[in-house]
């Protein structure tokens, strides 16, 4: 017999789902028929298995361990040793970590193979002694935000279910408020406030600007930005990204003649090849920043109206501090304290 108290991750789902995940190489037909024999029970009595579990909550398996241990899904090994990296924690709590991630990381799996920001922060949970493989079973903790592989800067990880869907959610519903730095090509001399309609080409992964909507898949797009220093071939810019679409500030910017520097996608070849040769900028030069918080209440209260920043890589420093400002000489050394 195997007896499960259910934890707070894995409570407000239905009991059938929760049981799906323990003994994930069941068929449902199996736990379905285990349920009518009374041979799994919740909290002593028979189930449906439609039932909503809650903290606490006692689910009692009935069967021999070889049957346990044959279907339960043992997570395999989230990450090889030699592949770990040590992760650049901005703030962790008890129910999320802010992470800048680096430039070149995925932050999620693409292939099978591939070794994300998802599997980095599970590995940083079960060395660390806040997750066991158990728990692993029925709940995996994850990220509540992307960025493209080439962008570094704040992700946001749900290491609870009330983490994960908080911060979930307000990315969804644009609550919080998400702050970029780049640097791109000409002179921006004035804040900008610009909207158009995206069309995402799922083959090629790339993305295309419209000033008028036409067909279902163009989505409206809105990007504001203001000029921290600028010279007459670059300008450093903080984007406030109003929406969040694939691509968007760099595809928006190019649409507006300023596309960023080191983006061989949407960008100017020459610009890149001399940035390129100059400082070893081989990706664009986008940094996810700044992250200011709503007012939140219940479990997440004490992050209400908190403003996070993530320090900026190592190269974007350099072009930043190599740069022959005309203006806002202090206001582009400030963004590197």
Known sequence: MKNIIIKPNESEQRLDKFLKKYLSGAPGSFIYKMLR???????????????KLHAGDEVRLFLSDETVEKFAGIPVPVIEAGRKIRLEIIYEDRHILLVNKPAGMLSQKAEKTDVSLVEQVISYLLDSGQLTKEELQTFRPSICNRLDRNTSGLVVAGKTLAGLQAFSSMFRERNLSKYYLCIVKGKVDRPSHIKGFLIKNEKTNEVEIVKERYGGKAVPIETEYIPLAYSGALTLLKVHLITGRTHQIRAH???????????????????????????????????????????????????????????????????????????????ALEVLR
Do not use: M
């Open 253 to 331: 910017l190019a649409y507006v003649s300023h596309p960023l520097c080191g983006d061989y996608k949407y960008g100017d070849r020459a610009v890149n090849d001399r940035y390129r040769q100059l400082y070893g900028v081989t990706s664009q030069l986008l940094h996810s920043y700044e992250l200011v918080l709503p007012h939140i209440e219940g479990e997440l209260a004490a992050l209400s109206d908190r403003r996070f920043r993530a320090p900026v890589p190592d190269i974007f420093q350099k072009v930043i501090k190599e740069t022959a400002w005309e203006h806002g000489t202090q206001e």
């Open 37 to 51: 024999k009374k041979n799994i029970t919740l909290n002593g009595a028979r189930a449906a298995g439609s039932e």
